[in-house]
């Protein structure tokens, strides 16, 4: 059983009509799948409004017909332009024995040492990983913890991920997720501190110039 779940009934409105549906409170959706015929139903707003909320395109959901349930992913949701009401809904319905891709989310939590301490930047790079695996293990979102990133120049990429069995990863191995670079100001203070260096070292060379004399003057002394 999903977490989530919608009530909902056949619909024989279409068309243009179906703005009665919504000045009703109903919203027009439509299911449809590999192993099932589509299907045009109408369910009330608010549970559809809560359902997509919290499951997003990546939770479960069951669609309630009667006694009849199919389990199914939001696939694509129409919404008014200004208003970002929903106008319609589709959803995919799923074998829970057949594996599915999906595009799952990326969210970064806690904090580089370095960039806490502002001595470094943090650069992002994809903000979703695309997976393979049965609906069931599907997740939400996928959290990749920054303070393993210690020091300047270490980095997280695909291949860093271990998203737990069952679960394959499509993206390349090398996509760049998170990754931590020095300051412009740091560097700046290093390309200074070199110069100044630099600069110290030629003062104390020069400082006591070997003097070369010609050995005829020698003779003369």
């Known amino acids: 059983m999903a977490e989530f779940s919608i009530e909902a009934q056949e619909r024989t409105i279409v068309g243009k009509k179906v703005k009665n549906l ?3 409170g109903l919203v027009p959706i439509a299911i449809y799948g590999p192993k099932v015929d589509p299907m045009k139903l109408q369910v009330p707003y608010r549970p559809l409004e809560v359902a997509l909320m919290k499951a997003g395109g990546t939770n479960l959901i069951d669609i309630l017909i009667g006694k009849e ?4 992913l939001a696939r694509d949701v129409q919404r008014d332009s200004i208003k970002r009401t929903i106008l319609h809904a589709d959803f995919f319905v799923v074998d829970m024995k057949t594996k599915i891709r999906a595009e799952i989310p990326v969210v970064l939590i806690n904090e580089s040492p370095p960039v806490e301490a502002r001595e470094g930047i943090l650069l992002t790079g994809t903000n979703t990983i ?3 695996t049965l609906p069931d293990k599907l997740q939400n979102q996928f959290e990749i913890d920054l303070s393993l990133l210690l020091e300047i120049g270490d980095t997280i990429t695909i291949a860093d991920l271990d998203l737990g069995e069952g679960i394959v990863i499509i993206n390349e191995p090398d996509e760049f997720i998170a990754g931590v670079r020095q300051t412009s100001a740091a560097r ?6 070199a110069l100044l260096e ?13 003097v070369i004399t010609k050995g005829k003057e020698e003779e003369e002394e």
């Not at 700046?188 to 501190?193: D, H, Q, W």
């Not at 630099?198 to 070997?210: L, N, Q, R, T």
């Open 22 to 24: 919504r000045k009703a």
């Open 69 to 72: 349930k199919h389990v199914v």
């Open 130 to 132: 695309t997976v393979e």
């Open 188 to 193: 700046s203070e290093e390309l200074e501190g």
């Open 198 to 210: 630099g600069e110290e070292g030629e003062v104390e060379s020069g400082s006591e110039p070997e």
